[in-house]
């Protein structure tokens, strides 16, 4: 089955503690994403990646650091810096960034910052 | 910056009438327009596109209007069936894919 996995589902953390979301796409894609989700907002872009060793700042990507060493791989690491992390995280992905493009995404991971 | 308004209240239908879903945008027309599907708790799915070129597209009992002059897509369901019951989420892409709010379908038995 092709597709996108995060993992964990549900996350809890304690305040100034870092945390990294895993996301693992086995659809060949070239372009990945990571979104943030609260109620009554739409998605919002936090980072997104072209190619492997290549990532760009979305909107709201302060706090957040990701890496891009493999393609099928872009993890999130969610740090003390970001004020309010309580969120549900969605990463997604493409066949590549520019184009007619579906996105993708993966199950999400409801992150709770106590 | 570019807007995406979608209707925040749930619509509420019965069952078996059309489901008519509205995006709007302001400023600059964007090259294409997604609509996704998303459940509660799950991450969106991927449903229908339109370019800017095209007034309307189909599948099955989906049907997505792009008007470029009204800054407005319409996305309608036929015979809408309980299990439409979800978050239905309209993108479009500019410079990057910008996602709308999304809005909530509710179809009674």
């Known amino acids: 089955d092709g597709g996108i996995t995060q993992s964990p589902k549900y996350l809890f953390r304690k305040e100034g503690q870092n945390v990294t979301l895993s996301c693992e796409q086995n659809l060949n894609h070239d372009a990945m994403y990571w979104y943030r989700q609260d109620p009554g907002q739409g998605l919002r872009l936090i980072y997104y990646s072209q190619i492997v060793n290549d990532f760009q700042k979305g909107d709201i990507a302060e706090g957040y650091s990701v890496s891009r060493e493999k393609k099928e791989s872009f993890p999130l690491t969610v740090t003390s810096a970001q004020k309010n992390p309580t969120a549900f995280y969605l990463c997604?992905?493409?066949?590549?960034?520019?184009?007619?493009?579906?996105?993708?995404f993966g199950p999400g991971t409801r992150l709770t910052v106590l | 910056s570019q807007k995406i308004e979608q209707n925040s209240e749930a619509l509420n239908i019965q069952e078996g009438k059309t489901a008519t879903l509205t995006c709007n945008y302001t400023n600059y027309s964007p090259a294409y327009l997604q609509w996704y599907r998303q459940d509660p708790g799950r991450g969106p799915v991927f449903l229908l596109l339109?370019?800017?070129?095209?007034k309307e597209k189909r599948k099955e009992r989906l049907k997505v209007t792009f008007d470029t002059t009204l800054k407005q897509s319409l996305f309608h369901i036929t015979a809408s069936q309980p299990a439409d019951s979800a978050t239905y989420l309209c993108a479009l892409r500019f410079q990057k894919l910008v996602f709308g709010t999304g809005t909530r379908l509710l179809v009674s038995p």
């Open positions: 339109i370019r800017e070129n095209e």
């Open positions: 997604a992905s493409s066949l590549t960034l520019a184009g007619v493009n579906e996105q993708f």
